[in-house]
């Protein structure tokens, strides 16, 4: 039995979309998974290193990656919504690349739709759910919000920038690519490769049947949050593309980081990504 080290954050979707294979009712004959709970940006550096066979990590670090494959399942997609800049001041949008915005990290894609929208900009580095605090005491003029703080705001800020419905208007309607999950084709077989991504789609599937007790496993990621309002985040980012995100998941991650590249704001060599159908992985510039 192979031994797979997974990746993956310590967020309410993310428990979700594992907990069939957390929970041991989903498993594989092939594959022995030991879990790896870190926060996403960690999980990106340590994607840059190759330290683990599978992990989550945003879309826009894959432009930093080497030798990985990125999953049919598990991405996380925003439909016409998606991170968010709040702030206690009156900002105009048009001159919001002039104040000092805290964000969630330098590699997330919240990080790179910003900087697709407005422009270079003074981004001070957060942990992501500290971001309102410091826009409340105004250590920062404004923040980039990301998972749950974007639908458990207090009137006390204002919305200066949805980044998921100005993403929706640019693309004539594609999905908002934030989370991706990818594997090693170093360490592991194509047909390794095949069999995690089914594995991981059986899991994801399984939650989605059993949502309660998805659920109660994912309270325990919740960061003290009620149930309903985990529940609203789960089922926001845990859709019919994480599932599956086929060639229109594919799409619009190829669109962010092709926008992205022809900015000048990141170059990478190419895209690739499995193809359970075909059982190859496919091949993108």
Known sequence: MKHVTLGHTPDADDAFMFYGIASGNIKSPYLQIEHVIEDIEKLNKRAINHELDVTAISAHAYAFIKDYVILNSGGSFGINYGPIVISKK????????????????????????????????????????????????????????????????????????????WWHNLTNGMPVPLGINVISKRSLTIKEIIEFDELFKSSIEYGLKNIDDALE?????????????????????????????????????????????????????????VDSNSQKIQQYH
């Open 90 to 165: 009156n900002i105009e949008l048009k001159q919001l690349h002039k104040y000092k915005i805290g964000i969630p990290g330098k590699m997330t894609s919240a990080n790179l739709l910003l900087n697709l929208a407005i422009g270079n900009f003074n981004g001070v580095e957060i942990i992501f759910n500290e971001i309102p605090k410091h826009v409340s005491s105004g250590l920062v003029d404004a923040g980039l919000i990301i998972h749950e703080a974007q639908i458990s705001l207090t009137d006390e800020f204002q919305k200066i920038l949805d980044l998921g419905q």
């Open 217 to 273: 496993y994912s309270m325990q990621f919740g960061r003290g949050n009620p149930k309903s309002l985990i529940e609203k985040f789960v089922k926001m980012y845990v859709n019919d593309l994480t599932i599956n995100m086929d060639q229109v998941g594919k799409d619009s991650i190829i669109t962010m980081l092709q926008k992205a590249k022809s900015s000048n704001i990141l170059s990478y060599d190419e895209l690739l990504f």
